[in-house]
């Protein structure tokens, strides 16, 4: 699992500018589901070989009691619960403050590793501007400048170092027949009756696997002599012999959860349509290249013109996901579960699909002769050749000439054309263009 790191801090200390430092980008945000308010923010991040997910927060005020501060200490104080290290931010040259101490009262008392840095320390002398920061007690001071990017690689080796993590990842032999799975979804969807449903049918449950900090927890189990290993993300708990499901949403469980999982399962809400949250759900397992099927629960609760408005909030909202097989569900009545499967194991078997180099050119040269690159500048695209370069998801890689004017309708064009030959449902198929250079292109003519 990624560790997570939270940047705690008040109002315009540089969070986000550390935030997009470490994301590399101006706005990086993988996650910003909506209902969360814009104050908490996820990124990826990646140093060296070591990647970790990185959130923004608003500004902190832990005795908040009203209005939209205190909303805002929510989102922070759920944002620390998620990290594994706070990064507590404050400004080098604005000074201590009387939130700073509050700030720091609240993250003493919770106990979680903590890093205190002095962000703004460009061209100060640490030993005189940054002494007073001490009064906080959280240990040595970090002086960085985010803006300039000044002591931010150091940190994030600190912040490694004080978690303990393993210079190599530990190898694991995995059974490639078992299908890893995550159910995602927002907060009431119908997850944790989804999973109940499905642990109460099936009779083979083995075991609960303690995971991270967070108690992510995977369940084998098998179906018609098909075993897979479901990733919790609905905080599945276990009480003596009965599983039971506690509906609590927690950011970084599904995106650890998506990135863990062969095949993601979207489940969406009839009853309120495709929102903001379910859209980054799927944009996250998209990017992440994730198998995914789409199940759309509580079908038995609506009327048909319903029905029609959620069909067709799918159609505009998640037209990304065309790829994906859809199924109208009622997890409580345990209907329409059965294609579901069917589904998923599809999405599986297309995602580790082999395809060989001779039958992809041959597709590739059909398609070139049904319908031809256009014509990008003097010269117009020649593609030659075709072979696999990656599974899970597929990638085939594309050889040829000029092949920086390819468009991307005609990679849509191509992409039709070998989902169809490898039948490859449910799993994203990402295609890449490699130009062949010329090898007389920088000598002089004789």
Not at 33 to 61: C, M, P, S, W
Not at 146 to 153: K, L
Not at 399 to 405: A, D, I, P, R, T
Request: contains cysteine; hydrophobic residues 40%.
């Amino acid at each position: 699992m990624k560790p997570v790191l939270a940047l705690v801090g008040r109002p315009n200390v540089g969070k986000s500018t550390l935030f997009n430092r470490l994301t590399k980008s101006r706005d990086a945000i993988v996650a910003d589901f909506a209902g969360l308010t814009r104050d908490r923010h996820y990124g990826n991040a990646k140093q060296g070989r070591q990647e970790f997910i990185v959130i923004d927060t608003g500004g902190f005020e832990p005795d908040a009691s009203a209005g939209i501060y205190k909303e805002m200490a929510k989102q922070t104080q759920q944002a620390v619960a998620e990290a594994d290290i706070v990064v507590f931010v404050v400004d080098a040259r604005g000074g201590l403050s009387a939130q700073d101490h509050d700030i720091a009262k609240y993250l003493r008392k919770i106990g979680k590793p903590t890093l205190l840095v002095a962000n703004k320390a460009e061209g100060m002398l640490e030993g005189i501007q940054l002494t007073e920061f001490y009064e906080l007690g959280l240990g040595e001071v970090i002086a960085i400048s985010a803006a300039h990017g000044q002591g931010t690689r150091g940190l994030v080796e600190l912040a490694f170092e004080s978690l303990h993590l393993p210079d190599e990842p530990e190898e694991t032999d995995e059974d490639p027949s078992v299908i890893k799975l995550a159910v995602a979804g927002r907060p009431n969807v119908g997850k944790s009756t989804l999973i109940n449903t499905w642990l109460g049918e099936e009779r083979l449950v083995a075991f609960d696997m303690p995971g991270t900090t967070r108690d992510a927890i995977s369940v084998p189990f098998e179906k018609q002599g098909q075993k897979f290993e479901l990733i919790d993300t609905a905080g599945l708990r276990r009480k003596g012999k009965v599983f039971e499901a506690i509906e609590k949403f927690s950011v970084v469980k599904t995106l650890q959860a998506i990135e863990s999982a062969n095949v993601v399962l979207l489940l969406l809400d009839a009853e309120q349509g495709v929102t903001d949250q379910d859209a980054h759900i799927a944009g996250y397992a998209l990017e992440s290249g994730r198998a995914m099927v789409l199940a759309v629960n509580k079908w038995d609760s609506v009327d048909e013109y319903q029905r029609q408005l959620v069909q067709r909030s799918i159609e505009t909202r998640l037209p990304f996901l065309s790829f994906a097989n859809m199924h109208f569900i009622s997890a409580k009545k345990r209907q329409g579960l059965g294609p579901v499967w069917a589904s998923i194991v599809q999405a599986h078997k297309a995602a580790m699909c082999k395809m060989s180099t001779p039958i992809l050119t041959r597709l590739l040269l059909e398609a070139v002769q049904f319908q031809s690159p256009q014509r990008g500048g003097m010269f117009r695209p020649k593609l030659r050749y075709a072979h696999q370069g990656g599974m899970n998801p597929p990638v085939i890689v594309v050889h040829g000439n000029s092949l920086e004017h390819v468009t991307d309708t005609y990679k849509r064009f191509l992409e039709g054309r070998f989902r169809k030959a490898f039948n490859l449902a449910g799993t994203p198929l990402r295609i890449e263009m490699k130009t062949s250079t010329n090898p007389y292109a920088d000598k002089d003519a004789s």
